[in-house]
Nanobody
């Protein structure tokens, strides 16, 4: 049975790190994205990775602080975040994306929406 399920959220102090995990059973052939939603704000795409794990995108808000990876042998996608800031607080969702593409030789998946969602995991950055 296909499922997306996040884990690894929690409360972290500013400057800290954490690793979010997403079970991607049945979705190994999808590009997978991580999205987040802060209270009162719209959901935003944070990062995404193509089906074989070779291509990645990062939103400017996390670029340099985030690493996304994919292990299809375990049907897992990971998002490592470091240098956490209070504005990183929110519910983090993994999702199987509706598509991805190359434009002018550059890989793009951040512009695609989700076809399937996980239930989300809460990340709170505060002291």
């Amino acid at each position: 049975q296909s499922q997306l399920a996040e884990s690894g959220g929690g409360q972290v102090q500013p400057g800290g790190s954490l690793r979010l995990s997403c079970t991607t059973d049945g979705f190994n052939y999808y590009a997978i994205g991580w999205f987040r939603q802060a209270p009162g704000k719209e959901r935003e795409a944070v990062s995404c990775i193509n089906s074989n794990g070779a291509r990645t995108n990062y939103a400017d808000s996390v670029k340099g602080r985030a690493t996304i990876s994919k292990d299809n042998t375990k049907s897992m996608v990971y998002l490592e975040l470091s240098g956490l800031k209070p504005e990183d607080t929110g519910t983090y969702y993994c999702a199987a994306l509706s598509g991805d593409r190359f434009i002018g030789g550059k890989y793009n998946c951040l512009d695609y929406g989700a076809e399937y969602w996980g239930q989300g995991t809460q990340v709170t950055v505060s002291s």
